[in-house]
């Protein structure tokens, strides 16, 4: 091993925005190049403008900010092998195609859409493996003229030689690729726009790239940058060393798709996750801190991974667990920032608008629940019943307490309550038991429940005698007065 300074990229495309497996291919990045105090490079791989949008780009961005992973060399900060956005290197892409055909490494192709389906055919027919079978590696002056007076363009494309690429695999362990079955592939298009395989071989060297930590899917396709590097000159030893992280699979253990969780980062934002959480649980798919440890911090991650500790075998998707570690992360937020997280749901959902009185109520409210949600997104359902101007009892709710019993139970909490002096969580508890537990011999769930019910407008609430005491006596008492109504 040599001792060159560690450079890991980030390399997406963000025909949408990035979702759960790009996400984690950027973590083990971030986190290889922070464990070995090297250089954490993100790049935009955008050379297929109809699909790559600047909006996608920029929202890429925007969630790797969000979580944290912070760029060394990249869009925004630069850095010494910039640009860093391939659309703006395409000059560089010309030059290597050029030289690879001056070379003889790559060859212009002239085959038509429909010959190349015509050999597909043909192939699947005879049952041999599909992919280009060679047509013009060796044209003649005659047969190009007779092409370009046809108007045909070209395309560029990499000759293999005949023979196998074989590399080492920092995960798989040695893994070899027969070159009878990566064909002669296209760098450059009709058009002139360079193709992935090129623009990724090509700025991986350029940019000094070592390790290449990225999703198994891209496995098949190293050999083809293998063979842009042998084009390209670079020394074996320099060439990056790969680590293919295993597929993510959902719950079905099919591959992660939007039914069974591959959603957008964005999402996971919007319906309350922390960035810590997110990280820790992306984290736990294919890697793990030992000891049976699911928790883990950033700082953590940075001390502890190793690509030794990444396992080959796939990793699943589970968002019940997600949903775990966040509550955790929740619960272990300090009040503060437990406050500073809970506003923008509050306010997004009209809960309240910030004013001075509402704040001091929420800072009051929020410590009880902090020990009861998993994600963010529940903090407005469960404080609304304290702000909102019209207060009304869910529909499903309002069923539960039209009954006798019911009635029973409200009149006789009406009664006692009334009666309070000091109106505080404590006092609350004691005349509501006596009334309703001794007296009326209820038992609890039936008996708390309806006022819950009554007071709160749900039967899913944060504890009933905080929250009572937190409405304030008129208002509970005011809607115990209204649900006998009911
Ligand atoms: N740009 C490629 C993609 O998003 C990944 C490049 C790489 O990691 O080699 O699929």
Request: glycine fraction near 6%.
């Amino acid at each position: 091993m040599s001792n060159k300074e560690v450079r890991v990229r980030f390399a997406p495309s963000p025909t949408g925005e990035l979702h759960v497996g790009n996400i984690r291919t950027a973590l083990f990045d971030w986190a290889y190049a922070r464990h070995t105090g090297g250089k954490f490079v993100f790049r935009i791989e955008d050379t297929d403008t109809e699909r790559v949008t600047d909006e996608y780009i920029q929202a890429a961005l925007g969630t790797l900010r969000w979580l944290g992973l912070d760029w060394d060399e990249g869009p925004e900060v630069g850095g010494p092998y910039g640009p860093y956005l391939q659309s703006q290197r395409l000059d560089i892409y010309a030059k290597y195609a050029k030289q690879f055909l001056d070379e003889g490494f790559a060859y212009h192709c002239y085959c038509s859409a429909e010959e190349l389906e015509a050999v597909r055919e043909a192939q699947r027919a005879a049952n041999v493996a599909p992919g280009y079978n060679g047509h013009c590696r060796n044209l003649t002056s005659e047969q190009i003229a007779a092409y370009v007076a046809e108007g045909r363009k070209p395309v560029v494309r990499m000759l293999m030689p005949e023979g196998s690429t074989t590399f080492t695999d920092l995960i798989r362990g040695e893994v070899s690729f027969d070159h009878n079955f990566v064909p002669d592939f296209v760098l450059v298009r009709a058009d002139g726009s360079p193709l992935y395989t090129l623009a990724v071989a090509v700025d991986d060297v350029l940019m000094k790239i070592t390790h290449v930590l990225r999703g198994e899917d891209l496995l098949s396709s190293t050999p083809r940058q293998i063979r842009v590097y042998q084009a390209m000159g670079v020394a074996p030893e320099d060439y990056p060393l790969f680590a293919h992280l295993p597929f993510v699979m959902g719950q079905d253990n099919a591959k992660l798709s939007k039914r069974n969780g591959e959603v957008s980062i964005a999402w996971y934002r919007d319906a309350g996750y922390l960035p810590e959480a997110i990280c820790n649980y992306l984290a736990l798919l294919g890697w793990s801190p030992g000891e049976d440890r699911e928790d883990v911090t950033m700082k953590e991650l940075t001390e502890l991974f190793t690509v030794e500790r990444v396992h080959s075998s796939p990793a699943r998707f589970d968002i019940k667990k997600l949903e775990a570690i966040n509550g955790d992360k929740i619960r272990a937020l300090t009040p503060n920032s437990f406050f500073d997280w809970a506003m923008p749901f509050l306010t997004r959902a009209n809960v309240v608008t910030g004013t001075a009185s509402e704040i001091e109520l929420v800072k009051k409210a929020l410590p009880i629940i902090q020990e009861r949600i998993a994600t963010l997104s529940e903090i407005p359902p469960m404080l609304k019943f304290l702000f909102t101007q019209d207060f009304a009892v869910e529909s499903d709710s309002a069923s539960k307490i039209s009954d006798e019993q019911s009635k029973k139970v409200l009149q006789a909490s009406l009664d006692r309550l009334a009666g309070l002096t000091e109106w505080n969580h404590a006092a609350i508890e004691s005349v509501l038991r006596a009334a309703l537990i001794e007296e009326l011999g209820l038992k609890p769930r039936i008996a708390f429940g309806a006022v819950r019910i009554a007071v709160t407008g749900s039967h899913i609430s944060p504890p009933l005698f905080e929250s009572m005491e937190l409405l304030g006596a008129a208002k509970s008492l005011e809607r115990i007065k209204a649900a006998l109504l009911i």
